[in-house]
């Protein structure tokens, strides 16, 4: 059976935005879908908090991982210390360099580029070239070439903000190419 799991950013919960929308329009589309809460995203660091999210998921070769915003440096983690290889990595307003302000706990120093390549079959980054919090073009471009995959640049903020009043409530775009 297809799998799904959508990762939401710091300080979001899965009625936020796009995410609760994301999943039924792949449930619908025969997915199992997860959307997990996590408040203490990116509060914990990266080390301690992916192998209690590792344990929960059975990832496998019909899993699709979707993360917004801190939902990606999680994501790339995952897939850096993975045992299997999964369908379909994307990654929404994502980084994986520091971004301005406080320190980013989700981030890992560094990345073995080639392993998390090796545990996915593809990729595919949307990013923005107008993110208020530096999530931006520049930083879909980097995760691109280390990992190839598809880039999506739009002109589309954060692609879903609380305090910028972005309520981003379907996401049409991202349905047609994990679908596709």
């Not at 580029?113 to 471009?141: L, M, T, V």
Request: hydrophobic share 35%.
């Amino acid at each position: 059976m297809k799998k799904a799991i959508i990762f939401h950013g710091t300080d979001c919960k899965p009625e936020d935005f796009w995410y609760m929308w994301l999943k039924k329009q792949l449930e619908v589309n025969g997915y199992e879908v997860k959307l997990p809460y996590y408040p203490d995203m990116n509060r914990v660091p990266i080390s301690e908090y992916r192998s209690r999210i590792a344990r929960q998921f059975n990832l496998d070769e019909n899993t699709v991982l979707i993360g917004h915003s801190a939902g990606v440096p999680l994501i790339l983690s995952l897939l850096e210390h993975a045992n299997q290889k999964i369908a379909l990595a994307v990654m929404v307003a994502g980084f994986s360099e520091p971004l301005p302000g406080e320190k980013d706990v989700i981030l890992q120093d560094t990345y073995d580029w080639n392993k998390i390549k090796r545990h996915s079959n593809d990729f595919i980054f949307i990013n923005s070239d107008n993110d208020p919090w530096g999530c931006d073009d520049k930083q879909g471009k980097r995760m691109q070439e280390y990992l190839g995959g598809k880039l999506v640049i739009l002109h589309d903020g954060h692609f879903g903000s609380t305090s910028l009043n972005q309520p981003y409530k379907e996401f049409p775009l991202l349905k047609q190419l994990i679908l596709s």
